[in-house]
């Protein structure tokens, strides 16, 4: 038995191909919507792709067994309780799929969704009665487990699912030795969990010891704690959720699709017609000059998340990139479902020489220029776009706490006719918070150079404070 991770950081997410040498039949879990990898190491092992496996259906990102399914013919396989517009073949609880020496045990285990599910893998050239592996989905994490509030939308409460995961825990993957291995679907920096470990692989024993969801507590306290503090889900999450139940194109259609080279009259036509224009570059080169009304979130930092939770997936998005990147913008964009792109500025921002007329510049301001003019009679606003739980640790003094997903309903609260300097931890979410200010007429928005980590550089440590009535309200 072969058994490979894939790991995509910007997303946080683990996929999986479970392989089997003699009868050259692979199964993947999980696939990313850009399904090339799995092909390629399928061909260059001589493996078919049988078996397609989702844990259950991914909120984060736009699963690939649709476009596995197209290349191989690869059955796609879920738990029972999964409900889907394509065909797919139900496993229930306790089930078995063998190949060779490959042995697939699939465990049903609610509370992240009600359809999740468990893969025991053994691998029976060694053991056939102790289990290698289990792929935990979205049940259990390297220090967290998945969190169960993101379905109170279509009628399913965070009480319900929190119950279903503990017994899920308890009753299913706690029962299994503890050297079974556990490859999760997610890692840090997912929004699947609060507490998510860095690492990618753990075993059920050291989680048994070290997961504070999994120590010894009631039902009712394993609730409470694991609906505590979970962070804001992205908008776009119930949008992936359903578009993973039903048919969609392919990312390779998308891709062919999107990738259209856009005169500058008619990015300005698409503008006019409420397109979304979207500037991928970095901070720095945004703030030097962009197209009037459009939005920066770069392809640096941790693209897709942040363009699922300030753009509309169903209005169409038009594309400024450094040349050369349009595509990469166009497959990251379509990893998370937004396949709305009509598509990209020919010539990036070159095609903006003879038309200076359309171009801003953002205005930037200095660690040590913030510190002068907050000792002058009339200081500037400053809103700090970071995460409630950040500002809570430490922020500027003075400073009222809207987190980005929240700026663009609570920016009636920035006044619009006077100073106000913006920041995050480093300047990349600010960026983004600067378009939405001025496009929402706060034309005197200025973006603190470096954002928070460059005020403790030049200054220390600030003293946390007490949070302002205005700061809870806007962090909600």
Not at 416 to 445: E, F, N, W
Request: glycine content about 10%; hydrophobic content about 40%.
């Amino acid at each position: 038995m072969i058994l490979k991770q894939f790991y995509l950081q910007c997303l946080a997410h683990a996929s999986y191909m479970i392989a089997d040498g003699a009868t050259k039949t692979a199964v993947v879990v999980d696939p990313q919507r850009d399904i090339d990898q799995y092909l390629n190491e399928a061909k260059s092992h001589g493996w078919t792709i049988r078996y397609v496996f989702l844990t259950h259906f991914h909120a984060d990102f736009l699963a690939g067994h649709l476009g596995l399914h197209k290349q191989t013919g690869a059955k796609i396989c879920m738990g029972s309780k999964a409900q889907t517009n394509f065909p797919i073949q139900s496993f229930k609880d306790g089930d078995l799929l063998e190949f060779g020496n490959v042995r697939i045990k699939v465990l049903e285990t609610p509370g992240h969704t009600p359809e999740g599910i468990s893969l025991v893998v053994y691998d029976l050239s060694k053991n056939t009665d102790r289990p290698y592996c289990v792929l935990t989905g979205d049940t259990l994490f390297i220090g967290d487990v998945g969190r169960p509030d993101l379905m109170a939308s279509v009628g399913v409460t965070a009480k319900e699912l929190g119950e279903q995961l503990y017994d899920s825990l308890r009753n299913k993957l706690l029962s299994l030795p503890d050297e079974t291995l556990v490859y999760p679907a997610h890692g840090a920096g997912s929004m699947c969990g609060k507490n998510l470990s860095t690492e990618t692989v753990s075993t059920l024993g050291k989680q048994r010891w070290e997961n504070y969801a999994l120590k010894p507590m009631t039902k009712d306290e394993f609730v409470g704690l694991v609906t505590a503090d979970q962070p804001e889900a992205p908008a776009y999450f119930g949008y992936d959720a359903q578009m993973n139940r039903e048919v969609h194109r392919t990312l390779e259609e998308v891709v062919k699709k999107s990738l259209h080279p856009l005169t500058l009259e008619a990015v300005l036509k698409h503008q006019q017609r409420g397109a979304q224009i979207l500037d991928v570059r970095k901070a720095i080169d945004y703030a030097g000059g962009h197209l009037r009304g459009s939005l920066n979130i770069g392809l640096a930092g941790k693209f897709a998340t942040w363009a699922g939770t300030v753009l509309d997936p169903k209005i169409p998005i038009v594309l400024i990139t450094e040349p050369g990147t349009e595509q990469e913008a166009i497959q990251r964009l379509g990893r998370i479902g937004f396949d709305q792109v009509t598509g990209y500025l020919d010539g990036g921002m070159q095609a903006l020489l003879e038309r200076p007329d359309l171009i801003q510049k953002g205005q930037r301001m200095s660690a040590q220029a913030l510190a002068e003019l907050l000792t002058t009679s009339q200081p500037p606003m400053i809103v700090d776009v970071r995460s409630e739980k950040e500002w809570a640790a430490g922020h500027v003094d003075q400073s009222v706490n809207i987190p980005l997903p929240n700026l663009a309903t609570h920016v009636h609260q920035i006044p619009a006719d006077a100073p106000v300097v913006v920041h995050c931890a480093s300047g990349y979410r600010s960026s983004t918070a600067m378009g939405i200010l001025v496009k929402a007429g706060r034309t005197q928005a200025m973006d603190l150079v470096g954002g928070y980590d460059a005020w403790i550089a030049t200054w220390g440590h600030p003293k946390a404070g007490h949070q302002s009535e205005c700061a809870t309200s806007c962090s909600t």
